[in-house]
Every structure is written in structure tokens, then in C-alpha cells.
């Protein structure tokens, strides 16, 4: 069994356990040894960071080949309509390709944890909240998708990674859980160069009047 840890990481701290600049890391909140961050976070934003001690899970939840979903409420500047949910899984066009999300959909203001700092409130402008689920890990991928369509970020949490969720863990604390550790992938068997597969019948033999070299098998 594997030790996969659930933090609910504030805004303002780094997805690692050491800074040369003396910002927050998670060794303020995170004492145990052994320990490394599956994936990441950015330092603006907030909610679920899983860690885990086993290299062969930490590579499944963060390579984006095995297409983990990860759940987002956002809050955005603007009004976000169903239209515009509909374009972010339809795709939009980033400065490194397109870019879709799984699910969208507009949401209620959620009952979170206050956020220190605070949004900047703006009298003029509306805000509202959308749910955005993606399998991709790009940098900074779910602000730039929503300022594709004019709609900037404001406030950014991961609820999910998977089946795994962050909603009932107290900001800044965290929750332990054990999980089968994954099998490490055999490596596939090479023939050696020059060597053929053996077959019931001896191989066959150059006629000399042809001067034209045998194919190998592959």
C-alpha cells in the first residue's frame, strides 16, 4: 500500500517544500518525510494538491497521458452564460494550441473558506462562478482558457483530482488515505540484434547465381 496525502493548499503557497524567495511552501503545513507532490498547484491558486510516497502513483496522477480529470471552480469577471460554457468544451484556441475542457457548467456562488487576500471587488463589474473540468496539466491552462472569451480569473479552486476531493478538508490541513500501489510497467522484451526467431524448419540457404541479399525477418 501507498500513502497518498490530500492538502487543502492556500492561496499564496508554493507547491514545494523550498523557496530561495521566503514565500509560504508546504513545509509550513507538511511534516512528514518521504512525501512529494503529485502534479502542482500555482502559488494563486487554491484547493487540492495530492502528495503521495510512491514514485509509479506520483507519475499517474501528474502525467498528462493518463488523462485524470481535475475539477475547477472559478470565479470570473463577467457574466458567464451557457453559451460560453459550451465553447470551452467545444475548444479554444491558445497561444500553444487548442485547449477543451471535459465539463463546464455555471454555478452558484460556493460556500468557501475566505480568501486572505481578498477579490478585489469592483462596484461596476459582475462576477460569476463557473465548474470547469480538464484532463490536461498545462501551465496556467484554466485562466487562460476563460480569458480566451473575455472572461479573466479571478479566484481559482481545484475541488478534484479524480475520485479525490478537497470540499470536506479544512483549509490548510490535510487527510492521509492508503492506496494499492501500482504495478511498475514490465519493459518490453527486445530480440537481440542479429538473432532470428527460431522456427521449426532450418533457414533457407542464398541460391549462388542470385547476388541479391536475403531481407531480415522482422
Not at 6 to 11: C, D, E, G, R, V
Not at 12 to 35: C, N, P, W, Y
Request: hydrophobic fraction near 35%.
Amino acid at each position: 500500500m501507498s500513502k497518498l496525502l490530500l492538502f487543502n493548499k492556500p492561496f499564496h503557497v508554493l507547491s514545494q517544500f523550498t523557496d530561495s524567495e521566503a514565500r509560504k511552501t508546504l513545509a509550513e503545513f507538511i511534516q512528514i518525510k518521504g512525501m512529494y507532490p503529485a502534479g502542482r498547484l500555482d502559488y494563486d491558486s487554491e484547493g487540492l494538491l495530492l502528495l503521495t510516497d510512491n514514485g509509479q502513483l506520483q507519475a499517474q496522477i501528474s502525467n498528462p497521458k493518463y488523462k485524470l480529470n481535475k475539477t475547477y471552480w472559478v470565479q470570473v469577471e463577467g457574466t458567464a452564460t451557457e453559451s460560453q460554457c459550451l465553447e470551452l468544451v467545444a475548444g479554444v484556441q491558445l497561444k500553444d494550441g487548442p485547449a477543451s475542457a471535459v465539463h463546464c457548467k455555471l454555478i452558484d456562488p460556493p460556500n468557501l473558506w475566505p480568501r486572505f487576500p481578498p477579490i478585489r471587488e469592483r462596484q461596476n463589474v459582475s462576477d460569476s462562478w463557473i465548474e470547469l473540468t480538464i484532463n490536461e496539466g498545462r501551465n496556467r491552462q484554466v485562466r487562460r482558457m476563460t480569458a480566451a472569451l473575455g472572461l479573466p480569473t479571478l479566484r481559482l479552486v481545484r475541488t478534484a483530482i479524480g475520485d479525490w476531493k478537497v470540499t470536506d478538508i479544512v483549509l490548510g490541513e490535510y487527510r492521509i488515505e492508503s492506496v494499492d500501489t501500482p504495478e511498475p510497467k514490465k519493459p518490453r522484451s527486445k530480440r537481440p540484434v542479429g538473432k532470428k526467431a527460431v522456427s521449426g524448419r532450418p533457414p533457407a540457404r542464398r541460391s549462388p547465381a542470385k547476388k541479391t541479399p536475403l531481407k531480415r525477418s522482422r
